[in-house]
């Protein structure tokens, strides 16, 4: 599956963003999605993932109450809603996808994708 990112920008301190990911391809039969993001320096890091359908999802502590994942299946997009931005989530911000499901918040590990997005920038000012 091809994947495309977009929404990052650049924002103020407590702002809000969302990112939203379209997937295309001869092949849509991706069950699990996720975003990650990685900062300067720093290793790429799981910010969300669950199924492409809805149920159990699993986000990073660092952004529990503020980031919403959202789905829209009809058109093969789903969306990460990030409220109350902090200087700190300033990063690249990949989505991802992958056939099968894997065991519980693994699904946070980056390693389990094959299939990514070209990241989308996210700037935090203070």
């Known amino acids: 599956v091809q994947l495309q990112a977009s929404g990052g920008g650049l924002v103020q301190a407590g702002g809000s963003l969302t990112l939203s990911c379209a997937a295309s391809?001869?092949?849509?039969?991706?069950?699990?999605i996720a975003w990650f993001r990685q900062a300067p320096g720093k290793e790429r890091e799981g910010v969300y993932c669950g199924s492409r359908v809805g149920g159990t999802t699993y986000y990073a502590d660092s952004v529990k109450g503020r980031f919403t994942i959202s789905r829209d299946n009809t058109k093969n997009t789903f969306h990460l809603q990030m409220n109350s931005l902090k200087p700190e989530d300033t990063a690249v911000y990949y989505c991802?996808?992958?056939?099968?499901?894997?065991?519980?918040?693994?699904?946070?590990?980056?390693?389990?994708?094959?299939?990514w997005g070209q990241g989308t920038q996210v700037t935090v000012s203070s």
């Open positions: 991802a996808a992958r056939t099968n499901r894997v065991p519980g918040s693994s699904c946070l590990n980056s390693i389990a994708y094959n299939d």
């Open positions: 391809g001869p092949s849509l039969g991706y069950s699990l």
